[in-house]
C-alpha cells in the first residue's frame, strides 16, 4: 500500500494508457487487484491511521474506477486532465437538430407514458442506446484521434442529455409495471 500514490490520475492508478478507449477486462481485474490489496478487512489488526489509509485507498480506487469504467464520466474526467471543463450546468448550447430530437423524444416518452405502451418505450430506449453508442465512438474519437477537446466537450454535454433520458425512460417503465 506504501507504493500508491494519491497524486496520481485515475489512469496511473490503474496502470491504463490515459485514452478513451479503454480495455474493460484490464481495468475490471486492476480493479480486484488493487482493492485486494488495500481493502479495509486486512487492516483490522492495525493502528487505526493505518486502517484509515486503508480506507481511503479503498474509497480512492472505488471512486477510480468508477470513473473509468462509465464512457460519460471518463470523458469529462479526460478533458479534466486537459484543463476542459465540460459546462455541463452552464452550457446547454446545444445544435438544434440534437435539441429537436431530445424534445421529439421526451415528447414520445410522454406520449408512451400517457398510454401505457410499453412497446413505444421499447422503441426509445433503443433508439436512446444506439444514439449513445454512437455518441460515445464519436466522443472517443475526438480524444483519442483528433483530440479536440472543444468537440469532445460538447459531445459530453449532448452524452448528459441522453443519459437524463435513459433514466427517465427506466423511470417510466417502473411507473408502467406498478
Same mark, same amino acid.
Given at each position: ?5 494519491? =497524486? ?9 494508457? !490515459?485514452?478513451?478507449?479503454? @480495455? ?15 481493502? !479495509? #478487512? ?8 493505518? =486502517?484509515?489509509?486503508?480506507? &481511503? ?13 462509465? !464512457? ?12 476542459? @471543463?465540460?459546462q455541463e450546468e452552464t452550457n446547454t448550447?446545444? !445544435?438544434? #437538430?440534437?435539441?429537436?430530437? &431530445? ?22 430506449? @433503443? ?14 474519437? &475526438?480524444l483519442d484521434e483528433s483530440h479536440d ?21 427506466s423511470s417510466a417503465y417502473d411507473e408502467? #409495471?406498478?
Amino acid at each position: 500500500m506504501k507504493s500508491l500514490d494519491f =497524486q496520481q490520475d485515475f489512469f496511473r492508478l490503474f496502470e491504463i494508457s !490515459p485514452r478513451f478507449a479503454i @480495455d474493460s477486462a484490464a481495468l475490471d481485474q486492476r480493479y480486484r487487484d488493487l482493492q485486494s490489496q488495500v481493502h !479495509p #478487512d486486512k487492516f483490522s489488526h492495525l493502528s487505526e491511521s493505518e =486502517q484509515r489509509l486503508s480506507m &481511503q485507498w479503498s474509497t480512492r480506487i472505488n471512486e477510480g474506477y468508477q470513473t473509468l469504467r462509465s !464512457p460519460l464520466a471518463r470523458g469529462r474526467y479526460l478533458l479534466s486532465l486537459q484543463g476542459v @471543463d465540460t459546462q455541463e450546468e452552464t452550457n446547454t448550447a446545444m !445544435p438544434l #437538430d440534437f435539441l429537436m430530437q &431530445q424534445m421529439e423524444w421526451r415528447e414520445a416518452l410522454q406520449d408512451a407514458i400517457a398510454a401505457k405502451d410499453m412497446d413505444a418505450l421499447d422503441v426509445l430506449s @433503443d433508439n436512446n442506446r444506439k444514439e449513445t453508442a454512437m455518441l460515445q465512438q464519436q466522443l472517443g474519437a &475526438q480524444l483519442d484521434e483528433s483530440h479536440d477537446h472543444l468537440a469532445a466537450a460538447g459531445s459530453v454535454r449532448k452524452l448528459r442529455f441522453l443519459e437524463k433520458l435513459a433514466e427517465e425512460i427506466s423511470s417510466a417503465y417502473d411507473e408502467l #409495471d406498478s
